[in-house]
């Protein structure tokens, strides 16, 4: 279970406001390169086993923590990953990985190599995106006619889903997070610029649809706090909205929009956001970086960030970690075909491990006026004996204003 580590002030770098973005305080020890042709996508940690890359060429790859040399190959498709998780965010002993498709969500055991379970979705459209959490496997599809699909899974049964969300979404369900400390709360984004949260413990999925926030085409959303929530648009825009609860009264306040940040920040794309810094990227011809902008109490530190230049040429950085081991190497991939490892010179960036301490329990939809009730240890919906299918009911095409894709955005 993920724990936030606390740490000092967040990049150690920090002088004064005055002082520039440290340039080259980092340097390259190591990299790993898979050709030109073969996008490096995705990284996730396994510590005891080792860092693991998604391809475009649809391996999955562990490297070793230290020389980023392969220890060994899956293979998990004939096109790329387009997303991949360890399965429960077991970063620590872990042993399944999930990955993302064009033909299936299939889940391996890093120990044997072995394909333990494959999911098939019944409309033939491709999976896009993954969470994994509370015993539970949730994952989203392109769209296919009027239909974009969540299915969730217990881990612990592959052969059918717990449930599956099927009108809630009417394009490409690009992200899924879970919350790490409400284990009946779902949350998902989708080009049709739409970021839903879910509470799974309704039955009936017009029920279930907890909030939606209409922001615009989705690349990544997540859980900055308990009850705060980010969205990260394909035009490379962004905000910072807040979590309804059930009481009566609307209390939701103004979103904190920051609107285009690609002149604020001075960057062309965002490569996602972590717990402590947001990682922003250039890929203007002979001036491409890797940026970590320090980024806590949802205020960006636009001076005291660090830049590596030509950190995978002019290349987009498709994903970034920094290892829980050890905070002062970052690991970075990205379209140059190429995971590499880089040692702060300064240092380590004493970022947290997560964004807040994710092993205490909350109901985090309730009133806040009335007495919670026990949190449950295991999701709701893996307690019931079987989950009511309905009909599905005929969806209304909705406007797709918001679903134009940056470039930088291939998923």
Not at 25 to 47: A, T
Request: net charge negative.
């Amino acid at each position: 279970m993920a724990t936030t580590t606390h740490l000092s002030p967040i990049f150690i770098q920090k002088t004064s406001q005055s002082t520039p973005l440290n340039m080259n305080s980092y340097s390259l020890v190591e990299l790993s390169s898979f050709g030109s042709e073969n996008w490096c996508l995705k990284l996730q940690p396994s510590y005891k086993h080792g860092l693991l890359t998604g391809l475009s060429n649809g391996e999955i790859c562990l490297l070793d923590w230290n020389t980023g040399k392969p220890l060994q190959k899956i293979r998990a498709s004939e096109t790329a990953i387009n997303d991949m998780k360890v399965i429960d965010s077991d970063f620590v002993a872990g042993n399944l990985i999930s990955s993302a498709s064009i033909d299936s969500v299939k889940v391996f055991d890093i120990r044997s190599n072995d394909c333990v379970a494959k999911i098939n979705n019944e409309t033939n459209s491709p999976f896009l995106s993954l969470d994994s959490r509370h015993g539970l496997l949730a994952c989203g599809t392109e769209l296919h006619g009027i239909d974009a699909t969540i299915h969730i899974y217990d881990v612990r049964k592959w052969d059918t889903p717990l449930r599956s969300l099927v009108d809630s979404h009417h394009d490409d369900v690009t992200c899924i997070k879970f919350h790490p400390s409400d284990v009946n709360v779902l949350l998902s984004g989708s080009t049709d610029g739409y970021t839903n949260i879910y509470d799974l413990k309704q039955d009936d999925e017009e029920d279930a649809l907890h909030q939606v926030i209409n922001y615009a085409s989705i690349h990544s959303c997540g859980w900055l706090s308990p009850k705060r929530i980010y969205t990260l648009s394909h035009m490379e825009t962004f905000s910072v909205h807040e979590l309804n609860d059930k009481s009566d009264e609307l209390k939701e306040p103004q979103p904190l929009d920051f609107g285009d940040i690609r002149k604020a920040w001075n960057c062309d794309y965002v490569v996602d956001v972590y717990p402590g810094f947001i990682a922003t990227g250039k890929t203007q011809e002979g001036a491409g970086e890797l940026r970590l902008l320090p980024f806590k109490d949802e205020k960006i530190d636009i001076e005291n960030g660090v830049v590596i230049p030509h950190a995978h040429g002019d290349e987009v950085v498709r994903d970034v970690l920094v290892s829980a081991q050890n905070t002062d190497v970052l690991y970075s991939c990205g379209e140059d075909g190429c995971v590499k490892i880089w040692k702060n010179n300064l240092g380590p960036l004493n970022t947290p491990e997560s964004f807040w301490d994710y092993s205490e329990r909350m109901s985090v939809l309730e009133d806040e006026n009335k007495e919670a009730p026990t949190s449950l240890e295991e999701p709701l919906i893996i307690q019931k004996e079987s989950v009511t299918t309905k009909p599905k009911k005929e969806k209304h095409k909705k406007s797709k204003k918001h679903s134009k894709k940056s470039r930088f955005k291939p998923y």
